[in-house]
C-alpha cells in the first residue's frame, strides 16, 4: 500500500513495540555532530575495513565496541574461503556492511473514560543489519530488491559482549544469504529487462561520521503523578455527554542510536521525546464518525505544558466535537478558500514534501511529478521551502523531525529545496539519482526498514506575508470575483495521503476536521463537516495567492515505503484561489442508542467515581 500512497498520521525511528510508541492514532501530519572522513586512493575499494579517525572519540561504549568488533570480523571473513562458504560463494564477498542499533525505553500511560487503561514501562535494543553484495554501481538492492538488504532481529539488554557479538552474527549470516540471493535475481533481471530512465548507481560514496556522544539518560519520571494528570485529561470529556470515546495517552521515550560502518563510521546519537495524545470521537445523528485530536510535544516530560494549558486545550477539543456534530455537511466545493498554518504544513508535507524525496525521481514505476522541473518554477515566486533536521524548536515549539543523524549514518543538513519558488534539489538517501550523486543527510527508515529519502522538518517561508484579517478581506473579495456565496477557510486538518506512483493518478487528498463557510453577504462564519481536499500537485502549487505573517508547526507521523518517521510542518496560512473539495464518506450506524451512563446529570469530579 505505501508503495502507492504516502500515508502521514502527523515518531522518531523506534524500536518500541506498538504499545508504546508515542501516537495511538492515525492524526497528521510532523545538534551539532564531529565529523570526521576517512579517505581511500581514488578507485580503492578493498576489503579492509576502513579506518575512523583517532581524535574523535571518547570513551566507546561497549555496545559500539562490540558491533564495531563484529563487523570487522564479518567484513573481512565473509566470502572468502575457510569463513564457512561453499566454493560458489566465496568470490562474492560484501563491498559493504552496517550495524545500526536503536536502544530505547519509555513509559507509556494510557487513559479513558476519567480512568487509567493502561501503565508500563519498556526497553527494548533492535539490530538492523544491512549487507551490500556486487558494487556500488549494481548490487542487490537494486530495483524491486531494495529490503533485501536489512535484516533485524532484537538484541540482549545487557553489556554481555559475547551475547551481543553472537547475535549480531546471526543477523550478519541470516543478512548475507538473504543480500546472495537478491544479487543473482539483480544480475538476472538485469540481462534481460529493457534499459531503464535512470542509470544511476545502486549506492552513493559517503565519507565515513564519526560521533560519540553520551547514551541518552534513562527514563525517569514520577509515574503516579503522571497517571494522575492523564487520568484527568481524558475526565474533562466528562463534561461532553455526546463524545462517546476518548484516549488521552502520554509517552517519554530516551532513545540512543548506535552505529558503525565497514567505510569507519561509528556514531552514538542520543533523542529524547515526550508526548501527550488526546483522542475523542463523536458520531452525527446522521452516521457521520467525527474524531479530533490534541497533541503536546516537548523534548522532555518536564517541558511540556502545563496541567492547567493541556486541560484547556482538552475542553476546546470537547466543545468543538459536539458543534460539528450539529453542522451541516458541506457541499462539494471548487472556490477560493485559506488554511489555517497548521492545515497549510500538512497541505505543504503532503501535496509538495512527498514529491521532494530523492527516490520518487527514480524507478519506472515512480510517477517523477517534479523530477523535469528542476531549476524551474514550481510555486509562486514569493515561496521558498527548505527542510531542516538540525532545528529543534521552531518559535519554542518543538519538531518531531529533528536528528543529529540520518538512519544511514550521515550528518543531518538543511537542505534549501526550493528557493524563490523555483526547485533546487530534492531530499537524498544514499541511493543516486540523476544529477544528484549524493545523500544530503536524508535517508530515513523505521527500525527493519531500509532507508530513503524522507522529509524532517519541512518549513516554508513567505516573502509576502500579511495579517491574516487582510487574508481574509482577500477571500472575500476573491470569492465575490468568482461569483461564489462564499469561501471555504480550513481550520485544522487530520491526515491525507500522496499518490506518486504511476499506476494510479497523480493525486492527493487531505481530511480536514474544522472547516467554515466564509459568507460573502456579511453573515456570520458557519462551521460545516464532511469535507476532504482532493487535487492535483502542479496545479494546487500554483493557486497560491498570499500567506499570513504568522507561521504554524504541526508534527506527526508519516507512513510511506521505509516504514514510520517522525515529521514536523511549518508554515503560514495561505490564500489560495481555487481548492476543490469532495464529501466524505457519510456512515451508516446511527449514534449509540442507549445513552452514555450518568448523563447528563452524574456531576462531574476531579477523580475517577
Known amino acids: 500500500m505505501f508503495l502507492a500512497e504516502k500515508s502521514c498520521s502527523f515518531s522518531r525511528r523506534s524500536c518500541l513495540p506498538e504499545s508504546a ?46 558491533m564495531t568488533g563484529e563487523l570487522q570480523r564479518a567484513f573481512t571473513s565473509l566470502g572468502k574461503s575457510g569463513a564457512g562458504q561453499k566454493d560458489a560463494d566465496k568470490q562474492l564477498p560484501p563491498y559493504f556492511i552496517s550495524y545500526s542499533i536503536s536502544d530505547a525505553n519509555a513509559v507509556s500511560i494510557r487513559a479513558q473514560y476519567g480512568a487509567l487503561a493502561d501503565s508500563n514501562t519498556s526497553h527494548v535494543r533492535i539490530a538492523d543489519v544491512q549487507v551490500r553484495i556486487g558494487d556500488p554501481k549494481l548490487d542487490n538492492t537494486h530495483g524491486n530488491h531494495r529490503a533485501s538488504a536489512v535484516n533485524s532481529l532484537q ?205 520518487r525521481q527514480r524507478g519506472d514505476e515512480e510517477g517523477q511529478t517534479f523530477t523535469k522541473e528542476l531549476n524551474k518554477e514550481v510555486l509562486p515566486p514569493f515561496l521558498s521551502v527548505s527542510d531542516d533536521p538540525t532545528v529543534s524548536t521552531f518559535n519554542k515549539n518543538w519538531l518531531s523531525g529533528t536528528y543529529a543523524f540520518d538512519d544511514e549514518g550521515q550528518k543531518a543538513r538543511r537542505v534549501d529545496l526550493i528557493q524563490n519558488g523555483v526547485l533546487k534539489t530534492f ?87 474544522v472547516v467554515w463557510r466564509v459568507y460573502v453577504d456579511g453573515r456570520p462564519d458557519e462551521l460545516v463537516r464532511g469535507v476532504s481536499i482532493v487535487g492535483t500537485p502542479l496545479a494546487a502549487m500554483k493557486r497560491i495567492l498570499a500567506t499570513s505573517d504568522k507561521s504554524e508547526v504541526f508534527n506527526g507521523e508519516c507512513g510511506a515505503e521505509s516504514g514510520t518517521v517522525p515529521v514536523s510542518a511549518v508554515a503560514p496560512a495561505m490564500l489560495v484561489s481555487e481548492i476543490e473539495t469532495q464529501r466524505q464518506q457519510q456512515g451508516t450506524q446511527r449514534p449509540p442508542i442507549l445513552s452514555i451512563p450518568g448523563a447528563p446529570s452524574t456531576p462531574v469530579t476531579k477523580e475517577g467515581q
Request: net charge neutral; glycine share 6%.
Open 21 to 66: 510508541r508515542p501516537s495511538c492514532v492515525r492524526f497528521c501530519l510532523l545538534a551539532a555532530a564531529l565529523l570526521c572522513t576517512a579517505t581511500t586512493a581514488p578507485g580503492q575499494h578493498g576489503r579492509k575495513i576502513h579506518a575512523a579517525a583517532k581524535d574523535a572519540v571518547p570513551s566507546t561504549p561497549l555496545l559500539l565496541d562490540a
Open 155 to 359: 538484541i540482549p539488554l545487557g553489556d554481555d559482549r559475547a551475547a551481543l557479538s553472537r547475535t549480531l552474527w546471526l543477523a550478519t549470516n541470516a543478512g548475507y544469504g538473504n543480500a546472495l540471493d537478491n544479487y543473482l535475481r539483480v544480475k538476472t533481471e538485469a540481462q534481460v529487462r529493457a534499459k531503464e530512465e535512470d542509470s544511476s548507481p545502486d549506492f552513493s560514496k559517503e565519507p565515513a561520521q564519526v560521533s560519540v556522544s553520551t547514551p541518552a539518560p534513562a527514563v525517569t519520571v514520577d509515574r503516579a503523578a503522571w497517571e494522575k494528570r492523564i487520568k484527568a485529561l481524558s475526565l474533562v470529556f466528562r463534561e461532553f455527554p455526546d463524545v462517546y470515546q476518548n484516549i488521552a495517552m502520554f509517552t517519554v521515550q530516551s532513545q540512543t542510536d548506535y552505529y558503525a560502518s565497514s567505510e569507519g563510521s561509528r556514531i552514538v546519537a542520543p533523542h529524547q521525546q515526550a508526548r501527550v495524545v488526546v483522542f475523542a470521537v463523536t458520531r452525527a445523528e446522521d452516521g457521520m464518525d467525527l474524531f479530533r485530536a490534541q497533541t503536546f510535544e516537548a523534548e522532555t516530560a518536564d517541558t511540556l505544558p502545563s496541567q492547567d494549558q493541556m486541560e484547556a486545550g482538552v475542553r476546546e477539543l470537547g466543545k468543538s466535537l459536539e458543534a460539528l456534530r450539529k453542522a451541516p455537511v458541506t457541499e462539494p466545493f471548487d472556490g477560493p478558500a485559506i488554511l489555517s498554518g497548521r492545515a497549510s504544513a500538512v497541505f505543504f508535507h503532503e501535496v509538495l514534501g512527498h514529491r521532494l524525496e530523492g527516490q
Open 427 to 513: 531530499l537524498m538517501s544514499r541511493l543516486p539519482i540523476a544529477s544528484f550523486a549524493e545523500s544530503n543527510g536524508h535517508g530515513r527508515g523505521q527500525t527493519g526498514r531500509m532507508p530513503t529519502g524522507r522529509q524532517g522538518n519541512l518549513i516554508v517561508t513567505s516573502t509576502k506575508a500579511e495579517p491574516e484579517a487582510d487574508l481574509r478581506k482577500q477571500l472575500i473579495a476573491e470569492a465575490k470575483k468568482q461569483g461564489k456565496p462564499y469561501g471555504l477557510y480550513f481550520e485544522d486538518i487530520s491526515s491525507g495521503f500522496a499518490v506518486t506512483t504511476r499506476s494510479a493518478p497523480q493525486a492527493f487528498q487531505v481530511i480536514p476536521l
